[in-house]
């Protein structure tokens, strides 16, 4: 499942992301390019769910 339409991310994504240690939204953010020019920025304002599914706490993720 999708979890970010504008970088493609899907749920797996992020989950393997949260697996090689990428745990913080500011890393997510920089990883994923999630404030890139382009992007609608809900990512970014909601990097908590994220972080969640990367920490494995959350899944499946609403979007
Ligand atoms: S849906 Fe993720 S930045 Fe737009």
């Known amino acids: 499942m999708y979890v970010?339409?504008?970088k493609?991310?899907?749920?797996?994504d992020v989950?393997?992301?949260g697996r090689c240690g990428q745990i913080t939204?500011?890393?997510l953010i920089a990883s994923f390019g999630l404030n890139d020019e382009g992007c609608c920025g809900r990512?970014?304002?909601?990097?908590d769910d994220l972080v969640q599914l990367a920490a494995g706490?959350?899944?499946p993720?609403?979007?």
């Open 57 to 59: 706490q959350l899944s």
């Open 25 to 27: 939204g500011a890393g």
């Open 8 to 12: 493609g991310l899907t749920e797996s």
């Open 15 to 17: 989950q393997q992301a």
């Open 43 to 47: 990512c970014a304002e909601n990097i």
């Open 4 to 6: 970010c339409l504008c």
């Open 61 to 63: 993720f609403p979007h």
